[in-house]
C-alpha cells in the first residue's frame, strides 16, 4: 500500500478544482509557482494603478472646468482604490503590504510602462482614458474569470469602474475633436503618441511570451497577448471614425484572409528600454512614490498608535 503525501493531495485537489473552472481559494492547497506566480502578476498589476495616478494626477489643479477637474478626481481615485483592492487580494497569498510597498519604492518591482510616459497637454487625459484604460479593459475582463478566486472578484468591481474611465478619456476626445484647429491638432497628438504604447500593454508577441502557456493551462490567463491585441485594435477602429482621429499606423486594415488586421511591426526595442527603466519618467515615478510614502510616515503612525490604545481599552474593560 503506497502512502500519499498531503502535497499530492494537495496537488491532486488543485488540479481538480483548475479542471473544473472552479476557484482556488486562499485556504487551498496550491502548488508553490501558482502562487509565486500569482504574487508576481498581482503585485504588478496593484503597483500599476497606484503608480498610474501619477500622469492623470498631473492635470488635476489644471483641469479645463471645474466638471472635468471632479471627473478627473473621481477617476484617480478610482486607481488608487483598485491599487487596495489588488493589495489586499495579493496579501491572501502570504506577502504583506509592507513588502510590496519596499520592493516598489525601492524600484526592485515593475509596474506597466505605459505611465513611464509624461502627459504634457490635456489632451493627454483623453487619449489615456480612451487607449490605456481601454487596453486595460480588454486585458482585465478575462482576468474576472481568473481561476484564483481573490483576484477574480477584486477585477469584477475593477473593470466597472474601468468603462467609466474608457469612456471619460472617449468623451474628452471627442469635446476637443469638434474645437477649434488647435484642439483637434492637440487630439490627434496624443492619440500619435499613446496608440503604440497602449498596443504594448498586452505584452510581447505569443511566440516570445515564454510563461503564458503555463498561465493558460492554470487558467489564470484566458487568451493570448497577441489574442487580446487584435480585439483591442477591432475595438479601436470603429471608435476612432466617430472621434475622426487617424490611428497612427499606415498598415492598420481589416485582412479579410486571415480574418484579423494587418498592421505594422511593434517597435518592441523601445518598450524593452522603457521596461529596463530608460523612459522619460521612470525615475520621477518611484521618487514620487517614495515621497508620498515618507510623507505619510506620521499617519501610519497615528493609525498604529491609535489601534494600540483601542486594544488597550478592550483589555481594561
Ligand atoms: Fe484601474
Ligand atoms: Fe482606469
Redesign the pocket.
Known amino acids: 500500500m503506497t502512502t500519499v503525501t498531503s502535497t499530492d493531495d494537495e496537488q491532486r485537489a488543485f488540479d481538480a478544482l483548475i479542471d473544473a473552472d472552479a476557484r482556488i481559494e486562499p485556504r487551498d492547497g496550491m502548488p508553490d509557482d501558482y502562487r509565486k506566480t500569482l504574487i508576481r502578476q498581482m503585485s504588478q498589476h496593484a503597483h500599476s ?1 497606484i503608480i ?1 495616478m501619477q500622469p492623470e494626477g498631473n492635470w488635476i489643479t489644471r483641469a479645463p472646468s471645474l466638471q472635468r477637474k471632479a471627473i478627473l478626481m473621481a477617476k484617480v481615485q ?2 488608487a482604490g ?1 491599487g487596495l483592492y489588488l493589495y489586499s487580494a495579493t496579501q491572501t497569498l502570504g506577502i504583506t503590504r509592507d513588502e510590496m510597498t519596499e520592493q516598489l519604492i525601492e524600484g526592485r518591482a515593475k509596474y506597466s510602462s505605459i505611465f513611464n510616459y509624461p502627459t504634457p497637454t490635456w489632451a493627454d487625459m483623453g487619449a489615456i482614458g480612451w487607449l490605456v ?1 481601454g487596453a ?1 479593459i480588454v486585458n482585465q475582463v478575462p482576468l474576472c474569470r481568473c481561476s484564483y478566486g481573490p483576484y477574480a472578484r477584486a477585477m469584477v468591481r ?1 473593470c466597472k ?2 468603462s467609466f ?1 474608457q469612456r471619460q478619456g472617449f468623451e474628452i476626445l471627442l469635446t476637443l475633436m469638434q474645437g477649434t484647429d488647435a484642439q483637434k491638432q492637440m487630439a490627434q497628438d496624443a492619440v500619435d503618441r499613446w496608440y503604440w504604447p497602449s498596443l504594448m500593454m498586452f505584452g510581447p508577441p505569443d511566440d516570445e511570451s515564454p510563461n503564458s502557456a503555463r498561465s493558460m493551462a492554470w487558467k489564470i490567463k484566458r487568451f493570448s497577448n497577441d489574442e487580446l491585441r487584435q480585439r483591442f485594435v477591432g475595438m479601436l477602429v470603429p471608435q476612432a471614425e466617430v472621434l475622426g482621429v487617424t490611428l497612427p499606423d499606415p498598415n492598420l486594415r481589416w485582412n479579410d484572409d486571415t480574418q484579423q488586421y494587418d498592421m505594422s511591426p511593434i517597435d518592441w526595442d523601445e518598450f524593452m528600454a522603457v521596461l529596463k527603466g530608460h523612459g522619460p519618467m521612470n525615475a520621477v515615478r518611484i521618487q514620487t512614490r517614495r515621497d508620498a510614502h515618507e510623507g505619510g510616515a506620521w499617519v501610519r503612525e497615528a493609525a498604529a498608535e491609535y489601534a494600540r490604545k483601542q486594544q488597550q481599552k478592550e483589555q481594561a474593560a
Do not use: K, T, V, Y
Request: proline share 0%; no cysteine.
Open positions: 494603478e498610474g478610482d486607481e483598485h484604460d486595460a475593477i469602474e474601468e474611465h
